[in-house]
């Protein structure tokens, strides 16, 4: 599922407009950026949980070239799928 695709089933599902489903999904989105660009975290019981993580500089190479590089520290957004999700994809197979 996309961006599009959720929008459109939030509409159907709860009779919203596509505008208004849009503004709603675009809500969540930004308001999860924010709290993410602040260090927060988001958790979302029965789903799982969006952290940042910080990765420290390091030296790399570039695979096409074989020149090592320098890459910049960096912070991430991280999900770590909560166990109900885990046990209800797990349980299809």
């Given amino acids: 599922m996309n961006k599009a695709m959720l929008i459109r089933a939030l509409s159907k599902k709860e009779n ?4 208004q489903a849009f503004d709603v ?3 969540i989105f930004k308001g999860f950026t924010a709290v993410l660009k ?3 975290r ?3 019981r029965g789903f799982g949980t969006f952290v940042v993580r910080n990765y420290k500089a390091y030296t790399g190479r570039n695979p ?3 020149v090592n590089i320098k890459v910049a520290p960096k912070r991430s957004a991280f999900f770590k799928v909560g166990k109900e999700l885990k046990k209800m ?3 299809e197979l």
């Fill in 16 to 19: 919203l407009t596509d505008k």
């Fill in 25 to 27: 999904v675009n809500l």
């Fill in 38 to 40: 602040q260090g927060g």
């Fill in 42 to 44: 988001i958790e979302i």
């Fill in 64 to 66: 096409k070239t074989g």
């Fill in 89 to 91: 994809v797990d349980d």
